[in-house]
T-cell receptor, first 114, second 111 residues
Framework: DTEVTQTPKHLVMGMTNKKSLKCEQH?????MYWYKQKAKKPPELMFV???????INESVPSRFSPECPNSSLLNLHLHALQPEDSALYLC?????????????FGSGTRLTVV | DAKTTQPTSMDCAEGRAANLPCNHS???????VYWYRQIHSQGPQYIIH???NNETNEMASLIITEDRKSSTLILPHATLRDTAVYYC????????????FGGGTRLMVKP
């Protein structure tokens, strides 16, 4: 299995809702990432998990809460989002050490906040 | 990480070679040049990387100038499916767990 699987592919949520994005990989990668991508912009790093521990938080608002329950799963819990949080949320994984050619990205969850 | 400069957009005729330039004049000796691309509605995909020597794989060729201040990604026979945003990234190969994307070049392959 050489893929990163993200669910759901599309999500519409209200500003008072709580929802979660899910990411799964079975490549044995020990580093996992969340990126946010606005339309016509490059992906921006949000969080990095290394060996199931949060190692980098790029000053992301607390309404985004990441979780890494095990080495194959990465979640992003969403609560009280704003319309400007609408974006494509990408998950990626890599071998520990982050060799740049080893990043595998999922196809993303397209989030719309209404 | 060194900063990269890429043209915002380029067009290429189907079947012709697509040559995508990247300037990285502040590159350090331990920094590699990586190329990723992102096809519409998909996640970024690794293409190729190199340090000093030119590199070739089944997807593309990477030409790095002798002074390493610039490079060119070559898609030898572009197809419509190569229409995507191409990102040139410069960083050490052991730079911890961060991959940072710049603006990229939007390549449009036309029939």
């Amino acid at each position: 299995d050489t893929e990163v699987t993200q669910t759901p592919k599309h999500l519409v949520m209200g500003m008072t809702n709580k929802k979660s994005l899910k990411c799964e990989q079975h490549m044995g990668h020990r580093a996992m990432y969340w990126y946010k991508q606005k339309a016509k912009k490059p992906p921006e790093l949000m969080f990095v998990y290394s060996y199931e521990k949060l190692s980098i938080n790029e000053s992301v608002p607390s309404r985004f809460s990441p979780e890494c329950p095990n080495s194959s799963l990465l979640n992003l819990h969403l609560h009280a989002l704003q319309p400007e949080d609408s974006a494509l949320y990408l998950c990626a994984s890599s071998q520990q050490g982050g060799l740049s050619y080893g990043y595998t990205f999922g196809s993303g969850t397209r989030l719309t906040v209404v | 990480d060194a900063k990269t400069t890429q043209p915002t957009s380029m067009d290429c005729a189907e079947g012709r070679a697509a040559n995508l330039p990247c300037n990285h004049s502040t590159i350090s000796g331990n920094e590699y040049v990586y190329w990723y691309r992102q096809i519409h509605s998909q996640g970024p995909q690794y293409i190729i990387h190199g340090l000093k020597n030119n590199e070739t794989n089944e997807m593309a060729s990477l030409i790095i100038t002798e002074d390493r201040k610039s490079s060119t990604l070559i898609l030898p026979h572009a197809t419509l499916r190569d229409t995507a945003v191409y990102y040139c990234i410069v960083r050490p190969n052991n730079a911890g767990n961060m991959l940072t994307f710049g603006g990229g070049t939007r390549l449009m392959v036309k029939p």
